[in-house]
C-alpha cells in the first residue's frame, strides 16, 4: 500500500546560495573515488562522534550511557513527558561518525516530545553489517511503556528498515519506520541509468565512493543481500514507513522501486517527496530543512497515536 505527497514549493533564496556553497566546497569529494572515500573516512573517525553540544544540552536532558561497548545518547524533553521513543541512526556511508548537524535535527524531535537514543554504532571498514546489526538490536530488546519508532537517514535510513525485519521476526512491536533520504541499494545497480542521471545534479554523494564503503560494510554478505541493500527486503509484517526524499540524491531511483514493491504489499508506505532537494537536507540550517523537522515531529506523534490505540484495543 503506496501514498506519495510532493511539496513543490520553489527553493528559499538561502537555501540556493547554501547549495551553490556546496558545490564551491566540492562537498561531494567525500564519495569520490574508492581509496579516497575510505582514506577519508578513516581520518574522520579518527576524530570521533560530534557529541551533543551546549544548546541540545540546553534544550534536552542529556544521559550517555555505554551499550556492549557502543557510546549511546539519550535525549530527554525538558518538562514535558514523552509520548514516544525514537531510535536515531545516523548516516554518512556506513564509514562517517556523527556530525555536529545532526544535533540540530534530534534536538527538534525531543521536542516532539520524545525520548530520543542516539547509538555512535561500529563503522566499516572496522565493522560490517551482521555484527553491527545484531548489536543494534539489543538497544530494541528494552521493553518501555512508550511506543517505539525508528528512525534514520542515509545508511542509517537502510539501517531502520533491516532492523525492523529483524525486530519483527523476533516479536519485537514497533510504533513505525522513518527513513530520511534512505540508501537502499549499496550497489547501486537498481535503475543504474537514473542513478548515473541523477548524479551530476546531487552536490553530496558519487558512486564510486558510496559503492566501495556498500562493499566494506557487507563484510561477509553480498552487497545485493537485503541486509546491506533493504531495496530487496521483504516488506510484510513491517510497521508503517515513512520516506522522506529530495529529488537531487542518486539515492532516488532506490526509493521509487521500493514504492513499486510497497504497491503489491499491505504495508503502509508513505513518501514524502521534496523537489530540488538534496541528501539528508533536513539535518541542514535552511527553511525547508526547518519545514521538515516540524513535519517529522508530526509524523512521530501521529505514529505514537496510532500505536497507542492499536495496543488499547
Known amino acids: 500500500m503506496l501514498t506519495w505527497d510532493v511539496d513543490r514549493r520553489r527553493r528559499h533564496p538561502w537555501t540556493v546560495l547554501y547549495m551553490r556553497g556546496m558545490w564551491a566546497r566540492r562537498d561531494k569529494t567525500a564519495f569520490e573515488g574508492a581509496e579516497h572515500t575510505l ?3 578513516r581520518e574522520r573517525q579518527r576524530q570521533g562522534d560530534a557529541p551533543p553540544g551546549r544548546w541540545t544540552r540546553l534544550h534536552s536532558r542529556v544521559v550517555t550511557e555505554d551499550h556492549d561497548g557502543m557510546t549511546v545518547w539519550r535525549l530527554h524533553p ?3 513527558a514523552p509520548v514516544a521513543r525514537v531510535v536515531y541512526l545516523h548516516g554518512g556511508g556506513y564509514v562517517h561518525p ?3 548537524d545532526y544535533w540540530r535535527l534530534l534536538r527538534s524531535l525531543a521536542r516532539t516530545p ?3 537514543l542516539v547509538p555512535a554504532y561500529p563503522l566499516a571498514p572496522g565493522a560490517h553489517a551482521s555484527e553491527v546489526q545484531a548489536r543494534l538490536l539489543d538497544l530494541l530488546e528494552e521493553s518501555p511503556e512508550l511506543p517505539t519508532l525508528l528512525m534514520g537517514d542515509s545508511a542509517g535510513g537502510a539501517l531502520v528498515l533491516v532492523l525492523a525485519r529483524l525486530a519483527h521476526d523476533r516479536r519485537r512491536p514497533l510504533a513505525g519506520v522513518v527513513a530520511l533520504s534512505p540508501w537502499l541499494d549499496a550497489t547501486l545497480t537498481v535503475r543504474t541509468e537514473e542513478v548515473r542521471r541523477l548524479e551530476a545534479s546531487d ?3 558519487a558512486e564510486s565512493g558510496l559503492r566501495a564503503a556498500g562493499r566494506s560494510w557487507a563484510g561477509d554478505l553480498d552487497v545485493a543481500d ?8 521483504d516488506l510484510e509484517g513491517l510497521p508503517a514507513v515513512d520516506v522522506f526524499i529530495g529529488d537531487r540524491d542518486i539515492l532516488r ?7 513499486e514493491r510497497a504497491e503489491r504489499t499491505d504495508v503502509l508506505v508513505q513518501v514524502h517527496e521534496v523537489t530540488a532537494m538534496f541528501h539528508v537536507w533536513m539535518t541542514r540550517a535552511i527553511p525547508e530543512g526547518r519545514r521538515t523537522r516540524r513535519r517529522l515531529r508530526d509524523v512521530v506523534r501521529r ?5 497507542a490505540r492499536a495496543a488499547a484495543d
Do not use: F, I, K, N
Open 39 to 41: 582514506r577519508a573516512a
Open 78 to 80: 525538558r518538562g514535558r
Open 203 to 205: 552536490p553530496m554523494l
Open 114 to 116: 520524545a525520548e530520543v
Open 303 to 307: 505514529r505514537a497515536r496510532q500505536a
Open 253 to 259: 531511483p532506490a526509493v521509487d522501486e521500493l514504492a
Open 98 to 100: 556523527l556530525t555536529p
Open 226 to 233: 537485503p541486509r546491506v541493500s533493504p531495496v530487496h527486503l
